[in-house]
């Protein structure tokens, strides 16, 4: 019997409960022993609850006890969940944890702490939810060295973007209505403007080129300017706009940004549609395989989470992730980074597509009854810094968005 | 240093040479050993290749060589594969394998004797190609119940329905064409009519349910009643064909068929078009989880058998595939599984559809200006023994279909 300790009761927390309540022969069977919850640590008491013989109020008693294998660090947020994870580790306790920002902030050095231990820090939950993508990153894709992972990585701005579209609405009118369904945060700046999809992509960049990807290098645009005008456009050229965390190696040098990207119907992520996750990966050799799933929600959540306990039910003093050093990736400057745009603009095509192929070059436009008053048109491949300087001798841009292959 | 021994020198096999010789330094970091091939077994010389000098053609010189960890079989079918196996397990050697027809007969035995001896038999190229299927299932998939499996497992079927959507073509002919190409055997039996993908989901059934699936027991329909007559109508309906192999819980009984389906956008294999692969999986508390990517070809096979070699190299004395018992499981008759079905009938729709609504009850009936003289409709759900009697009563049916969800 393998005693496991979870801290924090709240939606991960208590979809952990209820996934080993309810998978709990088949669970053990697999871990090759009996899990057993004997501690969850929570500041609240669920009087009623057969939650309650279990609560704690105190962390030291889960430290304490030597009995505690495993704890489980379901809290989210970097402190006091550092502190904890940290202390556990050091006495000799294994942690499974579904917490971004810990393993964006603190990987490397936690990774490390377990592997001198012969433990485990394991975090399969942290990106895509439910999607199996860390274990498969650290222990199936090992035959190749991998030139790109591009995720859908936030399943709030999906769902608002997947929305916009199939309704051609507006972002804030959709956001409302997101938040009225919980599928958004009140204060939704962490989803929308990017700041989770990056932690995200720091976590798979670091797993993936194997060194540590600090998330604040990262370059990181929202989805608060894509407007129902953009979408219109996007779909009058065949794509759709998705936001996109995305890391490649071009020439040795790794770029990596989040920004919302149109993509084909070629495109795998183009049909992860709502609350959907997708991760896309390109191996030397592999080529490409894509991951997809609920990125979020309780049990798809905790049921990543259980995933953890069980692997380290079955690796009690074997460790097992061993990628990802704490050696600092340098990441490339995105303005050298070459791509094709999408750009909006005020006036009639008739009068203004001139202009803007006298600066831009070659040029694809449209127009569209839709929106009045304003085109669009794609640019040939050019570097951001490029495109930078070529929009900033024309008037009239209104929004630009980036093309995806 | 670990020395590993592959068995034939043919497409995959010349691969996994080519894989270990690409990656060299990446995987052997990642195996935490240095990996030699040692030998390479094939009735053939190949003067002039650097891979002489490794060739031996008695099997003998592998098996005695106790400097032989790991045997690697890429040679497919039953035999002599099934002996060579057997005995280098019996000499403690590891085994991987990209052999469906060997893993869908006797994998629980191959299993089970590489867990007495505490060393490992592993298969993740056998099904899905490069795809990362097999070690989830195994080793991510572990806090669910496995309700459902559903896979597009054949590539070379896939090429051949997408291209047939795509140019409103017919089997045939397109069937010519991929043989032309090398997308198709010339006997193209075991594609077309099902046969691969039938050992495919028997093994991925058995994984998931953790008892013996015989592919012998199941129900397997191929493609090549499809035409493009069919195709006009599906894509009327708003539906795609697939060739799937499928495998579903109800009511403790597990369902299984290979059969081609017409499923609708909604469902996440409805873009998996060309030669890709596709894997839904369905936990259940994980939900919808889906893996995607080449589902055959020299190097992304051999980027699976490799990912099985560092992960044997990784755990030389430990055993790590858990799952999968001798148990025979008894599948359920498909005769009582109830789905929609697409039915094709000649003659006008105005004369006939009343006469198919007396027989199968309320339908929705479409016809094309593509297809004269016929017309196609779709049932409501019944059993396929309840389909089946329905429709001994009409004449004039010319192809039936099932729905998926």
Same mark, same amino acid.
């Given at each position: 019997?393998?005693?496991?300790?979870?801290?924090?009761?709240?939606?991960?927390?208590?979809?952990?409960?209820?996934?080993?309540?309810?998978?709990?022969?088949?669970?053990?069977?697999?871990?090759?022993?009996?899990?057993?919850?004997?501690?969850?640590?929570?500041?609240?008491?669920?009087?009623?609850?057969?939650?309650?013989?279990?609560?704690?109020?105190?962390?030291?008693?889960?430290?304490?006890?030597?009995?505690?294998?495993?704890?489980?660090?379901?809290?989210?947020?970097?402190?006091?969940?550092?502190?904890?994870?940290?202390?556990?580790?050091?006495?000799?306790?294994?942690?499974?944890?579904?917490?971004?920002?810990?393993?964006?902030?603190?990987?490397?050095?936690?990774? !490390?702490?377990?592997?001198?231990?012969?433990?485990?820090?394991?975090?399969?939950?942290?990106?895509?939810?439910?999607?199996?993508?860390?274990?498969?990153?650290?222990?199936?894709?090992?035959?190749?060295?991998?030139?790109?992972?591009?995720?859908?990585?936030?399943?709030?701005?999906?769902?608002?973007?997947?929305?916009?579209?199939?309704?051609?609405?507006?972002?804030?009118?959709?956001?409302?209505?997101?938040?009225?369904?919980?599928?958004?945060?009140?204060?939704?700046?962490?989803?929308?403007?990017?700041?989770?999809?990056?932690?995200?992509?720091?976590?798979?960049?670091?797993?993936?080129?194997?060194?540590?990807?600090?998330?604040?290098?990262?370059?990181?645009?929202?989805?608060?300017?894509?407007?129902?005008?953009?979408?219109?456009?996007?779909?009058?050229?065949?794509?759709?706009?998705?936001?996109?965390?995305?890391?490649?190696?071009?020439?040795?040098?790794?770029?990596?940004?989040?920004?919302?990207?149109?993509?084909?119907?070629?495109?795998?992520?183009?049909?992860?549609?709502?609350?959907?996750?997708?991760?896309?990966?390109?191996?030397?050799?592999?080529?490409?395989?894509?991951?997809?799933?609920?990125?979020?929600?309780?049990?798809?959540?905790?049921?990543?989470?259980?995933?953890?306990?069980?692997?380290?039910?079955?690796?009690?003093?074997?460790?097992?992730?061993?990628?990802?050093?704490?050696?600092?990736?340098?990441? !490339?400057?995105?303005?050298? !980074?070459?791509?094709?745009?999408?750009?909006?603009?005020?006036?009639?095509?008739?009068?203004?597509?001139?202009?803007?192929?006298?600066?831009?070059?070659?040029?694809?436009?449209?127009?569209?009854?839709?929106?009045?008053?304003?085109?669009?048109?794609?640019?040939?491949?050019?570097?951001?810094?490029?495109?930078?300087?070529?929009?900033?001798?024309?008037?009239?841009?209104?929004?630009?968005?980036?093309?995806?292959?």
């Amino acid at each position: 019997m393998v005693n496991i300790a979870v801290l924090g009761y709240g939606t991960v927390g208590s979809g952990v409960v209820e996934v080993i309540n309810t998978n709990h022969d088949s669970i053990n069977k697999k871990a090759g022993q009996e899990i057993q919850i004997k501690y969850v640590l929570d500041l609240r008491d669920f009087p009623g609850d057969p939650i309650q013989e279990k609560i704690v109020h105190d962390y030291n008693r889960i430290l304490e006890d030597d009995e505690v294998d495993i704890v489980v660090e379901v809290m989210g947020g970097v402190e006091p969940a550092y502190t904890y994870v940290k202390s556990a580790l050091e006495k000799g306790k294994s942690v499974a944890t579904s917490n971004k920002e810990l393993v964006a902030k603190h990987g490397s050095e936690l990774i !490390a702490m377990a592997k001198e231990r012969k433990i485990n820090f394991l975090f399969e939950a942290s990106v895509g939810g439910g999607i199996p993508i860390i274990r498969p990153l650290n222990q199936s894709l090992t035959a190749d060295e991998i030139c790109e992972i591009t995720g859908i990585l936030n399943g709030t701005t999906n769902y608002i973007l997947t929305k916009m579209r199939n309704e051609n609405r507006e972002f804030d009118e959709v956001l409302k209505e997101a938040q009225e369904l919980g599928y958004a945060e009140r204060n939704p700046a962490a989803d929308v403007e990017g700041y989770d999809a990056c932690r995200k992509i720091a976590i798979l960049s670091s797993l993936a080129f194997g060194s540590q990807v600090d998330y604040e290098d990262i370059y990181t645009e929202g989805i608060t300017n894509i407007t129902a005008k953009d979408i219109v456009f996007a779909d009058q050229f065949g794509y759709t706009i998705k936001l996109l965390g995305s890391s490649k190696r071009i020439d040795g040098q790794i770029y990596c940004m989040v920004a919302p990207t149109m993509i084909t119907e070629d495109n795998p992520l183009y049909s992860v549609n709502g609350v959907f996750n997708g991760i896309f990966v390109k191996g030397n050799v592999l080529g490409d395989v894509m991951f997809y799933g609920s990125g979020a929600g309780k049990l798809p959540t905790a049921s990543a989470v259980v995933s953890d306990i069980v692997d380290e039910v079955k690796h009690l003093h074997t460790n097992i992730m061993t990628t990802w050093s704490s050696r600092k990736l340098e990441l !490339a400057d995105i303005k050298n !980074a070459k791509k094709r745009f999408y750009v909006r603009m005020e006036g009639a095509r008739s009068e203004k597509q001139a202009e803007a192929e006298e600066v831009f070059g070659a040029i694809q436009a449209v127009e569209s009854e839709k929106v009045p008053g304003e085109f669009a048109f794609l640019t040939e491949e050019m570097s951001e810094k490029e495109y930078e300087e070529r929009a900033a001798k024309i008037k009239g841009i209104v929004n630009r968005i980036r093309i995806g292959r």
